[in-house]
């Protein structure tokens, strides 16, 4: 497995609906997870962080985390044609040092009009 | 305004030839970092290093050097001994004990 896994996409989602992102996670990866939003050619952006089982709201955004699944969600209210990017789940391993990042692949969310 | 500049944004390099990525940071920032992005996958860290003259590598540091020698810039340099060294390379940033990132904007290279 994996340390960091994110579901294949990509996800395409009409204006106005919830896109729903995922990521499952290994035992090395078990700290605290973040969420980046990367548009096309551009660099990764820091969106969410969560430390800490059950949800965090931010605007549109809310993250999930459920350490006893090694499961970790973002979900993205109202979409937006401009949330169109690619969304990276990122978890830091346990007993490392901080910032030592582990990134999933990558999932390319489009919303269309 | 605070950030971190990558130089240059593009390069390109002949294979055999060796080639410095800048990066500086003006966020007061101990701790850095140089990840890699292939197209289609997420990023790979090459080096780290969380305070002057000290770093350590990565999953990824074969054939990639860095050095700290300021708290505000973390080089990286390309050698000729990567096998495959066309990517996107980005230098991020973070504060103490968070491993919330800042990033650049990214140099992408080509080897001809």
């Known amino acids: 497995q994996k340390e960091v896994e994110q579901n294949s996409g990509p996800l395409s989602v009409p204006e106005g609906a919830i896109a729903s992102l995922n990521c499952t996670y290994s035992?090395?990866?078990?700290?605290?997870f973040f969420w980046y939003r990367q548009y096309s050619g551009k660099s990764p952006e820091l969106i969410m962080s969560?430390?800490?089982?059950g949800d965090k709201e931010d605007g549109r955004f809310t993250a999930q985390l459920n350490k006893a699944s090694q499961y970790v969600s973002l979900l993205i209210r109202d979409s937006q044609p401009s949330d169109s990017a690619t969304y990276l789940c990122?978890?830091?391993?346990?007993?490392?040092?901080?910032?030592?990042?582990?990134f999933g692949q990558g999932t390319i969310l489009t919303v269309h009009p | 305004d605070g950030g971190i500049t990558q130089s240059p944004k593009y390069l390109f390099r002949k294979e055999g030839q060796n080639v410095t990525l800048s990066c500086e940071q003006n966020?007061?920032?101990?701790?850095m970092y140089w990840y890699r992005q292939d197209p289609g996958q997420g990023l790979r860290l090459i080096y780290y290093?969380?305070?002057?003259?000290?770093?350590q590598k990565g999953d990824i540091a074969e054939g990639y050097s860095v050095s700290r020698e300021k708290k505000e810039s973390f080089p990286l340099t390309v050698t000729s001994a990567q096998k495959n060294p066309t990517a996107f390379y980005l230098c991020?940033?973070?504060?103490?004990?968070?491993?919330?990132?800042?990033f650049g904007e990214g140099s992408r290279l080509t080897v001809l």
């Open positions: 035992d090395r990866v078990s700290q605290s």
């Open positions: 969560i430390y800490s089982n």
């Open positions: 991020a940033s973070s504060i103490r004990e968070s491993g919330e990132l800042f």
């Open positions: 990122a978890g830091v391993a346990g007993g490392t040092s901080y910032g030592k990042l582990t």
């Open positions: 966020l007061n920032h101990d701790a």
């Open positions: 290093s969380q305070i002057v003259n000290d770093f």
